[in-house]
Antibody
């Protein structure tokens, strides 16, 4: 079955960087686009970024463009999110999800807390 | 970006009753709309894509409709496991955007 497991979250100071990972299994990773979506505590869902199946195309939400970079390593079946210049409003549970447009499988998320 | 507006924010429904949730797009998204269900402490689950197609394993009591700017998610007969928060999402243009959610609670 499809499994997505996020890691790399933690507590970080404003202005610092963090890299999240998402390990995929149970499907042909290199055939699917992949997303990051976040959810601030007690809030709704916010789409963060998408990378195409082959890594040639990337799309970002307005609030993270220029600070976050999505990437993937198909040989390792792993998705990444490099987060730079973190702000307190980046505090959220970060989910990875499979799909090109609609998101058909989700991981359980990794929590990122940005605080001084 | 396309703003997605869901109503109502909270819907109180009795077991076995019908629930109708609404989602409005700030501009036409054609049929490029999905619905998700999220229960406390869990990841969202895809229910509907393409406005009306049920995702794999989703019960027939869930149905979606609409196109352009107006969409609905209908749960024909609420079961206990259906009490959750529901989100719509457009994927017609970048950036992808979600609605603010509708919480379905027990009346």
């Amino acid at each position: 079955q499809v499994q997505l497991v996020e890691s790399g979250g933690g507590v970080v100071q404003p202005g610092r960087s963090l890299r999240l990972s998402c390990a995929a299994s149970g499907f042909t990773f290199s055939s699917f686009g992949m997303h990051w979506v976040r959810q601030a505590p007690g809030k709704g869902l916010e789409w963060v970024a998408l990378i195409s199946y082959d890594g040639t195309n990337e799309f970002y939400g307005d609030s993270v463009r220029g600070r976050f970079t999505i990437s993937r390593d198909n040989s390792k079946k792993t998705l990444y999110l490099q987060m730079n210049s973190l702000r307190t409003d980046d505090t959220a549970l970060y989910f990875c999800a499979r799909g090109s447009r609609e998101l058909d499988n989700w991981g359980q998320g990794t929590l990122v807390t940005v605080s001084s | 970006e396309i703003v997605m507006t869901q109503s109502p924010a909270t819907l109180s429904v009795s077991l076995g009753e019908r629930a109708t949730l609404s989602c409005r797009a700030g501009q036409s998204v054609s049929s490029n709309l999905a619905w998700y269900q999220q229960k406390p402490g869990q990841a969202p689950r895809l229910l509907i894509y393409g406005s009306s197609a049920r995702a794999t394993g989703i019960p027939a009591r869930f149905s979606g409709g609409g196109s352009g700017t107006e969409f609905t998610l209908t749960i024909s007969s609420l079961q206990s496991e259906d009490f959750a928060v529901y989100y719509c999402q457009q994927y017609d243009s970048w950036p992808l955007t979600f609605g603010g959610g509708t919480r379905v609670e027990i009346k």
